[in-house]
């Protein structure tokens, strides 16, 4: 299983960018699919994840800013971040689980929010 983040950049405050997250393998109900984020010096952290049973659960410091989305058909899974601040500033990675538990991770892609 590969995973391929891609959309980052550079943006200034207030921006949105959107990422992908391409998947070499079908999507499957049972997988559970997430967004990560690591800034520097800091530890990754979940930024949102869509369980087996399809609940989205965001993390708080992005409720109502970000919004994922996929497309079963391209499996694609994306972020639509939008009212980005300087916080926001880290590398994205998507992450799979599949029913076995295993962990499948993208290479991620940077995302820089500055002025």
């Known amino acids: 299983v590969q995973l391929q983040a891609s959309g980052g950049g550079l943006v200034q405050p207030g921006g949105s960018l959107r990422l992908s997250c391409a998947v070499s393998v079908t999507i499957f109900s049972g997988d559970v699919m997430g967004w990560y984020r690591q800034a520097p010096g800091k530890q990754r952290e979940l930024v949102v994840s869509i369980a087996r049973g399809g609940s989205i659960n965001y993390a708080d410091s992005v409720k109502g800013r970000f919004t994922v989305s996929r497309d079963n058909a391209k499996n694609t899974v994306y972020l639509q971040m939008n009212s980005l601040k300087p916080e926001d500033t880290a590398v994205y990675y998507c992450?799979?689980?599949?029913?076995?538990?295993?962990?499948?991770w993208g290479q991620g892609t940077l995302v820089t929010v500055s002025s």
């Open positions: 992450n799979l689980r599949d029913p076995l538990s295993r962990s499948f």
